[in-house]
């Protein structure tokens, strides 16, 4: 039935335009989490509504799913992947931060980079372009580590076993806090189904109830990146 929901929110932009998925959720993210406003992941920075300077950053980079789907760029994956469009609006993947920090991370992986990079005064995120990785604030760092490991369970997306082993220790450093559990309960109201990471505790065994907790909706198990 929530599905529905959330399918009916999305139904008449889409029989009017033929839009993809995730340019409609756009204006269902910003009302639904954040109407009056919020906190920007990378630098902790409050945000007002409708502030123009911020847009949705995918936590697992839509360049990743386009290889691992080889379906082309994102517009030719838009146009001739279902899976694409509803990887591409999941919510739970999605986060608002400033538009530039947006294109600096690109689709850089998260790390843990030496020294401190810092990309500007009073904002605890680092980006190595040589190394092309990119540091979050501590903060930040158990609510990307959680967006992260549910797109490796609920789509089979890959993530390589060294940054899974840190995406872990940074889960169980920055715990579930209220506020990520009100924004789950507000994402499922949506979509159907919230986070398990969040939900509930997991051991981090990719034979844990976390892999077993999505069923292969999308076939999309076997791929490699």
Known sequence: MKLLVFLALLAPALACSGSAPYLDTIPVFWRTLYPDGGEGMYCGERFAARDRSYNIEHVY??????????????????RNSRLF??????????????????RARGAYPYRE????????????LEIDHRARVVE?????????ARAMLYMEGRYGLEIYERQRSMLLDWHRADPVDEHERWRN?????????????????????????????????????????
């Open 85 to 102: 469009n509803e990887i591409e609006s999941d919510m739970h993947n999605m986060y608002p931060v400033r538009k530039e920090l947006n």
């Open 185 to 225: 309960r507000r994402i499922a109201e949506v979509q159907g189904e919230g986070n398990p990471w969040i939900e509930t505790r997991k051991t981090g065994r990719k034979t844990s109830a976390v892999s077993r907790f999505f069923p292969s909706r999308s076939g999309l198990l076997d791929i490699q990146m």
């Open 61 to 78: 980079p839509m360049a990743w799913v386009t290889r691992a789907l080889r379906c082309g760029d994102r517009n030719a994956c838009r």
């Open 113 to 124: 980079i030496r020294g401190e990079r810092r990309v500007e005064r009073g904002c605890d």
């Open 136 to 144: 979050p604030r501590p903060a930040s760092r158990g609510n990307i």
